[in-house]
């Protein structure tokens, strides 16, 4: 399949545990965020959004969170499964339609 | 629902080349977006178009165009192929582009590989 988890950091769990992904996002003026999921050999999938005027959202088995003080996202995904091993990217909105900037991904390893 | 396709999956050219790429929207999404994604970069934007404009266009350089047919679907072109232009191109859709509560749908992508 297509590599796309070079130079990316990585988190290990076992499967079962919970997951946490943290990104970073640098423009304040941003207000719409997404977090994608990206197995080997496919494109980069939905998996939950949020907007600037709220701080947390909860979809099935995932969780964002948003802090605007520290411009800080993160993914929280409940129970891990093998399934979820793939590679999580954040993006942000920033000018409106379809612009979205990704951050770098972080790759999670999920054993059985 | 047939998702998002792109042609095709898998090309090799030479430095100096040109390229076309084809991507097929969803039925009924007016939106195409495309992103270039390279290990030591990222996913990073190109350009949008919508309704046979382009709205949007990332910092890429004027080697890098695209259209986008009456029907929706695009094509990107890369001239004078250079060797770091290899990597993967997706191609998203999206009902009209609104990213806030619009959801991007993307294709597998295509991997090119410039020697």
């Known amino acids: 399949g297509e590599s796309v988890g070079l130079h990316l950091p990585t988190l290990s769990v076992q499967e079962g545990d919970n997951s946490i992904i943290n990104c970073a996002y640098s423009?304040?003026?941003?207000?719409?965020f997404i977090w994608y999921k990206q197995e080997s050999g496919k494109g980069p999938q939905f998996i939950i959004d949020i907007r600037s005027n709220m701080d947390k959202r909860q979809g099935q088995r995932v969780t964002v969170l948003l802090n605007k003080t520290v411009k800080h996202l993160s993914l929280q995904i409940a129970a891990t499964q093998p399934g979820d091993s793939a590679v999580y990217f954040c993006?942000?909105?920033?000018?409106?339609?379809?612009?979205?900037?990704f951050g770098k991904g972080t790759m999670l390893l999920v054993s059985p | 629902k047939a998702g998002v396709t792109q042609t095709p999956r898998y090309l090799i050219k030479t430095r100096g080349q040109q390229v076309t790429l084809s991507c097929s929207p969803i039925?009924?999404?007016?939106?195409v977006s495309w992103y270039q994604q390279t290990p030591g970069q990222g996913l990073q934007f190109l350009f949008e178009?919508?309704?046979?404009?382009?709205?949007n266009k990332g910092n890429f350089p004027g080697r890098f165009s695209g259209r986008q047919f009456s029907n929706s679907r695009s094509e990107m072109n890369v001239s004078t192929l250079e060797l770091g232009d290899s990597a993967l191109y997706l191609c998203?859709?999206?009902?009209?582009?609104?990213?806030?509560?619009?959801?991007?749908?993307f294709g597998p992508g295509t991997r090119l590989t410039v020697t």
């Open positions: 998203a859709s999206s009902l009209d582009g609104g990213a806030r509560g619009d959801e991007q749908y």
């Open positions: 178009y919508f309704s046979e404009t382009q709205r």
């Open positions: 423009n304040s003026a941003s207000d719409y």
């Open positions: 993006a942000e909105n920033i000018g409106g339609y379809s612009t979205l900037t």
């Open positions: 039925s009924g999404h007016r939106s």
